[in-house]
């Protein structure tokens, strides 16, 4: 039996995620941190079935081109997920010609995304940031800059002895040149 607090909407632990078959881009090693947070997948596919119904697959497509290819969902964690939503009222199920099963918000549903439209657009923020900053990232000067900048903040920060000094100075050529970038026309 599954409680409506279990964990079904793909915000697992980084070893979950690769049992289940996530797709994460990016570098590896380590834990990544979590493209959603609990309970967020299910705002994000109620999101995208107010639009049209639709079918898994195709949600797993539409959630990976929302994110830029930052995250695809994996069947393993997609089907759950519906499931969930279906056993919670928020979608209907239905089988058409061929076997396909078409999935469609409910009137709950949609009362339940109103509710949660705050948050949502929290979602939306966060995602599209991201996007913004994988734009800049694929342009090769930016890429390299940035790449320079971490590598440089590695070795000061993380490979050797610093004081609390040489950290507040750290600090402030880091917000000088935001509020420079910040002031560019």
């Known amino acids: 039996m599954r409680h409506p607090s279990s964990d079904v909407d793909g915000e697992h632990t980084h070893g979950r995620e690769q049992a289940h078959g996530e797709h ?15 309970g967020e997948l299910r705002l994000v596919i109620l999101d995208l079935l107010t639009r049209n119904a639709s079918h898994g697959y195709e949600l ?15 069947p393993g964690v997609i089907y759950p997920t519906l499931d969930f939503l279906q056993d919670q009222q928020l979608i ?15 009137p709950q549903g949609e009362a339940w995304m109103a ?18 900053g994988f734009q800049l990232r694929k342009d090769p000067q930016m890429k390299r ?3 320079n900048f971490k590598a440089v903040l590695d070795l000061k920060v993380n490979q050797g002895e610093i004081s609390a000094a040489q950290l507040k100075q750290i600090v402030g050529v880091i917000d000088r040149a935001a509020l420079e970038i910040s002031q560019l026309d």
């Not at 994460?24 to 609990?38: A, N, P």
Request: proline share 2%; aromatic share 4%; glycine share 12%.
């Open 92 to 106: 209907v199920i239905s089988v058409e010609e061929g076997g396909r099963k078409k999935i469609a918000i409910t």
């Open 115 to 132: 509710e949660n439209s705050e948050h949502l657009a929290h979602i939306q923020a966060r995602i599209k940031a991201r996007s913004v």
């Open 24 to 38: 994460h881009h990016g570098r590896g090693g380590g834990r990544r941190q979590r493209f959603f947070g609990h």
């Open 145 to 147: 800059a940035l790449e």
């Open 60 to 74: 797993i497509k539409e959630i990976e081109s929302l994110t830029q290819g930052h995250y695809t969902p994996s």
